[in-house]
């Protein structure tokens, strides 16, 4: 392996999973944050990091309820945001927790762009993971091929997960994502369908609002792993976009059993947490 910055800094890092897709709004960031808090639950003992490189829209600080920290310089570099406390298991960096207003642009070239990254990989103090899940913007271009460019002393533990919604304008855009992971040699765990179907809150009748069973047709067409389909869950929606920790819970009987890691309990009791630990059961087995 050759010795650079990043791949010194990175280690101790098991598995770097990389989220893919070639069309906006299909919910990258939604399926990232599900993904990396199924993982943080799949064992008591397991370290999960994200790192958010959607730099002109950074939503992952919001989605895990730290939305407005800040990042701490140390002796060993940045230190990451803990999304679980004191448990410091789930680490989170994003461009997001830089800017000093939220409301603020990046309007940055490539160049600077690709700075940032390097600057993710081989400043921030990661420490020991099991899981390294990166959020990536639309399409297949500068961000993209930052992380292929400064990860590839450690390509043999890289992977990726590639996002689809089920209609047809979103499988020619994600076929792209498919084009780009061959070009590049990044292997492909599997293809998840977000918002498949909407399941009615009153009735549980499910109504495909976005027709359905396009990603699964992808995935057969080119031979890969099809992880499931996740309809649009109401409760899920509602826990990803409140502003802090103190939001995201789902009330419940007994309140003082929650632990301080609320947005976790919280998630369990979601129908998709339910979908999605079938999906990272499969993704830690081909792992």
Known sequence: MEDTPISRRLK???????????????????????????????????????????????SIPRMLGVDGHGVHQSTDGWVPVYADGSQARLACMSVGFLLKNKGDSVVWRGPKKNGMIRQ??????????????????????????????????????????????????????????????????LPVLGVIENMSGYVCPCCGEISNVFSTGGGESIAKRENMPFLGSLPIDTELVTLLDASDQEEKTIPVTNADALPSFKLMESYKRTASSKIFEGMAGMIIEKL
């Open 12 to 58: 101790s890092v098991k598995n770097i999973i990389i989220v893919l897709s070639g069309k906006g709004g299909v919910g990258k960031s939604s399926v990232t944050t599900q993904l990396a808090l199924s993982l943080y639950a799949s064992s008591p003992a397991a370290r999960v990091g994200i790192l958010d490189v959607d730099l002109t829209g950074p």
């Open 120 to 185: 993710f990989l081989s400043d921030v103090r990661w420490g020991e993971l099991d899981y390294l899940v990166i959020d990536t913007p639309p399409g297949t271009s500068d961000e993209h091929l930052s992380l292929m460019e400064h990860l590839a002393p450690i390509h043999s533990r890289l992977s990726s997960v590639i996002v689809t919604t089920p209609q047809a304008v979103a499988l020619v855009d994600v076929m792209k994502c498919v084009s780009f992971t061959r070009t590049v040699n």
